[in-house]
């Protein structure tokens, strides 16, 4: 138990559906991520929530929808997604102040687009 | 651009050996850094982390080093027990987004493997 719970674990989506992953924060964080990995690439920065606000969308496409209604809920939208967006999508918190706050990592939803 | 990366792609090991997992980072204003360890299906988990004023940490069965002069960070893992394969990552946790939040930058893992 990491204290980021998020569902569903598995998701087989076509490319004209739409589905969105939820994830939950358990540790009384202010600042939640979500996270792209694809095999043999590193960890990619997706969207940086803090306090609420979005602070940070790393060049992402717009078929990706993140939404923050709280500091302890964050999901994301997805809509016409391609094959190549098939990859495991994490999910993280941490607290906002101060440099060297620890992100914590849920155990991620793999997204396959068939 | 800056990055973070780690040295080998996989490491084997003998149960009971110590294992060293190096990392490498290029941006001298790096000042924390994180290591985490994903095993097979789940999510990158936290193991240790140190910052840039101190040389070396340890915890239970892990020690970090951290050698600035080279920008070079190592972890550590004394008795190495099947359950410590995984990939390692080494993370560096410099930047404060505008308006709060962490960016770490990652690199692509080392494998560890152990060997009964």
């Known amino acids: 138990e990491t204290g980021v719970t998020q569902t569903p674990r598995h998701l087989v989506m076509g490319m004209t559906n739409k589905k969105s992953l939820k994830c939950e924060q358990h540790?009384?964080?202010?600042?939640m991520y979500w996270y792209k990995q694809s095999a043999k690439k590193p960890l990619e920065l997706m969207f940086v929530?803090?306090?609420?606000?979005?602070?940070e969308n790393n060049s992402v496409p717009s078929r990706f929808s993140p939404e923050c209604p709280n500091s302890s809920h964050l999901f994301l939208h997805l809509h016409t997604l391609q094959p190549e967006d098939s990859a495991l999508y994490l999910c993280?918190?941490?607290?906002?102040?101060?440099?060297?706050?620890?992100?914590?990592f849920g155990e991620g939803s793999w997204l396959t687009v068939v | 651009g800056e990055s973070v990366g780690l040295h080998l792609p996989t490491l084997s090991v003998q149960e009971g050996d110590n294992s060293i997992i190096n990392c490498a980072y290029s941006?001298?204003?790096?000042?924390?850094f994180i290591w985490y360890k994903q095993e097979s299906g789940k999510g990158p988990q936290f193991i240790i982390d140190?910052?840039?004023?101190?040389d070396k940490r340890q915890g239970q069965r892990v020690t970090v080093l951290l050698n600035k002069t080279v920008k070079h960070l190592s972890l550590q893992i004394a008795a190495t027990q099947p359950g410590d394969s995984a990939v390692y990552f080494c993370a560096e946790n410099g930047v404060i987004l505008t308006g709060g939040g962490n960016k770490l930058t990652f690199g692509t893992g080392t494998q560890l493997k152990v060997e009964l």
């Open positions: 540790l009384g964080h202010n600042a």
């Open positions: 993280a918190s941490s607290q906002v102040v101060g440099t060297g706050n620890t992100i914590y």
């Open positions: 941006n001298s204003a790096s000042d924390y």
């Open positions: 929530y803090s306090l609420e606000e979005r602070v």
């Open positions: 140190i910052r840039s004023n101190m």
